[in-house]
């Protein structure tokens, strides 16, 4: 087995090639529409993934937010690259020992999806032949680049997706590995090793979307698949597992399928006439009028599209993805039918209409209100049964959010690549080049082993290194707030809030400090304890409430060391009868009434020796 990874990591800089803020935005000042279509590359030949797309015909709207301008419409031409994103890209080449070339020469590569107006989008090789050691272990860094993020997709719907242009063009550098990782694990290591390389810079941005990686795995025999757009680290092990599974098991029926000679069917067969008052629900969409219900006969395929087991990878999920591709939601095979409304006379029927052999013969059914998508997924089924007939195809999957994937669309190629007529190529100075190697960031290890030196622990250094808020800890640490609440708040409270909100709290870790440090400050004068800090600052962040109002709201207000006292005194004298029971092992429940009672407007440290002393002095008083 063979992984390689493509980390997408956005940049904390203005956009790529114009002067628009890097940012999302819900304003929207209009839209304009556009059909994209697939042209050729700089070898003359049309890009498979891009004939594909072309294919189906989707009209792209997009809408125009206060951060995109005319080069995001694609009417002006680009600016050149961002000086800022340049540096930061640089830095990440020093950091992986890579070497950048002499010049910066930007690319075009096609995409047809509606994601760029242009139907390309522009990257830029900045460094190669770098490496990162991870446990030991020295992982090969195949190519640096800077590339523009796509627009972002707002809704589809028959024919049209709407995109919006705010994310369109901001930086994005993107890090490819060489093929060198050999399991999951690993694959989940070297994505975190690097991820931390690239917070080390201080100029990525942060939050759900920012960061995002493609997963390239190959076994033994089969083929090369790209899992594009993994957001969560915790799922690569999966993924990869999951992969992996599916090769093997396809390579299996291809085994099969050679033993036994199977072939596919150079045609489709109309079934509509056979199957006019069939109940099935599936067939009733191609009845409609422009619809279509067809056939494929796939001799030798009988007991192979199927499973025993729904959740096993299989020849018929395989087809259905194919047909989803091509525009069509649901097809029926051979292996589960009799089945979702059609009978077994249905059945019989349909395999006389195509000449089929019930006991070797599979097929495919495919129903769609739209005669033209119907022909588009036959036909796409009829191709991938081909290529089960060899093997696997090389092709992008989407991962799904229980650790599988699912087919996109073809594997794109060189062919979609040209050079950028709008920007000429432009010297590496070597003057940054200097200045970037004297001014490199402090690298991951050396954070680690400085924040064990405050008397942080090694998980807690690993938590601000990971969420990319060293920074932010060194700054509140300077401003005097003591290192064990400001780990707290840092690793706790505001990955909890943003967790809530699923979004980033804050537009740059720059402004952390000035907006919690009030709150940190109440802690510090016993306002309320740091229990409390979750809903106080879910109060002022995400509610827009003053820090007076929020603590009151969140009921924290007016407790001083005297009153809570007495209410230990009132508890301790409701449960005269467990004192007499227990003694100190009394200890336990009765913590659990006070902190009740208390939770957030004391420190719970506070509580417990304040409740251990009246207890003990109580006892001794009784005795």
Request: hydrophobic content about 40%; charged content about 30%; glycine content about 10%.
């Amino acid at each position: 087995m063979k992984v390689g990874l493509e980390i997408h990591q956005q940049l904390d800089t203005g956009k790529l090639f114009c002067g628009c803020r890097a940012e999302l935005r819900e304003e929207v000042l209009g839209a304009f529409v556009r059909e994209l279509h697939a042209t050729s590359g700089e070898g003359g030949v049309l890009d498979e993934a891009a004939r594909v797309q072309t294919a189906k015909r989707t009209r792209y709207r997009y809408q125009v937010t206060p951060n995109s301008c005319l080069v995001e419409a694609d009417e002006e031409p680009p600016h050149p690259i961002n000086p800022e994103a340049l540096r930061v890209a640089l830095t990440m080449a020093e950091l992986l020992s890579a070497q950048a070339p002499e010049e910066a020469i930007v690319m075009r590569k096609i995409v047809v999806d509606g994601s760029n107006t242009a139907g390309f989008q522009r990257t830029v090789v900045i460094a190669m032949d770098g490496e990162i050691t991870v446990n030991g272990k020295r992982h090969g860094i195949s190519t640096i680049c800077l590339e523009e993020d796509a627009a972002r997709k707002i809704a589809e719907e028959e024919g049209e997706i709407t995109y919006r242009l705010d994310r369109l063009g901001i930086p994005l550098i993107e890090i490819a590995t060489a093929p060198d990782i050999e399991d999951g694990r690993e694959a989940r290591e070297v994505a975190e090793s690097i991820g931390m390389l690239l917070r080390s810079t201080r100029k990525v941005k942060r939050g759900i979307g920012t960061i995002r990686e493609d997963l390239n795995v190959s076994i033994e025999g089969g083929a090369r698949v790209e899992i594009k757009g993994v957001q969560e680290l915790g799922l690569i092990e999966d993924y990869v597992a999951n992969e992996v599974h599916r090769q093997g098991t396809l390579l299996e029926r291809r085994n099969a399928l050679r033993s036994r000679g199977a072939e596919v069917a150079s045609g489709h067969v109309d079934l509509g006439p056979v199957l006019g008052g069939s109940p099935s629900k599936i067939l009733a969409t191609g009845r409609k009028p422009g619809g279509a219900v067809l056939g494929l006969k796939l001799p030798g395929f009988a007991g192979l599209l199927g499973s025993k087991t729904k959740e096993e990878e299989r020849l018929g999920r395989e087809f259905a993805d194919h047909a989803r591709a091509a525009g069509v939601s649901g097809i029926l095979h051979s292996d589960e039918l009799p089945g979702y409304g059609v009978t077994d006379m249905e059945v019989s029927a349909i395999r006389r209409a195509l000449s089929a052999d019930p006991a070797t013969d599979g097929f495919v059914l495919v129903a769609s209100p739209s005669r033209v998508r119907a022909l588009a997924a036959i036909e796409a089924i009829r191709r991938r049964a081909l290529v089960a007939l060899e093997g696997l195809p090389e092709e992008t999957r989407d991962p799904l959010p229980d650790g599988r994937t699912r087919y996109s669309r073809p594997l794109p190629g060189r062919h979609r690549m040209y050079p950028e007529t709008d920007l000429p190529p432009s010297l590496i100075d070597l003057k940054l080049l200097k200045s970037v190697r004297s001014n490199l960031p402090e690298r991951p290890e050396e954070t680690l082993r400085r924040l064990g030196t405050l008397g942080l622990s090694a998980e807690q250094s690993m938590q601000l290194l990971r969420g990319g808020d060293v920074d932010t800890f060194d700054m509140l640490v300077l401003r005097g707030i003591p290192h064990n609440l400001a780990v707290r708040v840092l690793t706790q409270e505001l990955p909890a809030l943003e967790r809530e909100a699923q979004r980033p709290l804050f537009e740059g870790a720059a402004m952390i400090p000035d907006i919690i440090e009030p709150a940190l400050r109440a802690v510090e004068r016993g306002t309320f304890s740091k229990e409390g800090l979750l809903p106080v600052l879910r109060g002022t962040l995400v509610d827009g409430l003053t820090l007076e109002v929020a603590v009151s709201k969140a009921g924290l207000s007016g407790m001083t060391p005297r009153e809570l006292e007495e209410l230990i005194q009132k508890i301790l004298d409701q449960n005269e009868k467990l004192l007499a029971e227990r003694g100190m092992g009394a200890l336990g429940p009765l913590m659990g009434d006070v902190m009740g009672q208390v939770r957030g407007r004391r420190d719970g440290k506070e509580v417990s020796e304040t409740l251990q002393r009246l207890l003990r002095g109580r006892l001794g008083s009784s005795a």
